[in-house]
């Protein structure tokens, strides 16, 4: 008989080196993902900070950003609508805010401009930021670390 195909031996071997790669695959995986997620977080506050200044603008409004670190989250809400939030947003708590000169509340007044000045580093295992307000003009920068 002359039969064409490949031995047991043969067929195990190729799934084990497969399985191998996998696996190393999978491992490599959840670092890459907290990156992301910081990443985003970043980007999301950074798009945030910038809304509550547009709104500032665009309302004739003060607008302030209350920054809750204990609750890992911050909240976006016009000053003379009493305590009804505009915007409630959470974050994982794996990331840490660390030496923060910006206070807890940064205030746009109705012409966009922040009340404060200041830096924010953003900092988790896998990957550190550093946000930056400017006082006067109310541009915001994130640099990554």
Do not use: W
């Not at 709104?55 to 909240?75: E, N, S």
């Not at 404060?116 to 580093?121: A, E």
């Amino acid at each position: 008989m002359n039969q064409k195909g490949f031995t047991l031996l043969e067929s195990l071997t190729v799934l084990m080196i497969g399985s191998i790669m996998l696996s190393l695959l999978f491992a490599a995986l959840p670092p890459v993902y907290e990156k992301r997620v910081v990443q985003h977080f970043v980007s999301q506050l950074e798009e945030d900070l910038l809304y509550a200044q547009q709104t500032a603008l665009v309302r004739h409004a003060t607008v302030k950003v209350q920054f809750d670190f204990a609750g890992c989250r911050y909240i976006i809400k016009h000053a003379d609508e009493g305590s009804s939030p505009k915007l409630v947003r959470t974050y994982s708590c794996h990331i840490a805010f660390k030496k923060a000169t910006l206070k807890r509340t940064l205030t746009f007044n109705p012409s966009g401009v922040p009340n404060q000045g200041g830096k924010i580093v953003i900092d988790t295992q896998h990957a550190s930021f550093a946000l930056t307000i400017y006082l006067g003009s109310g541009k915001i920068n994130v640099q990554k670390k």
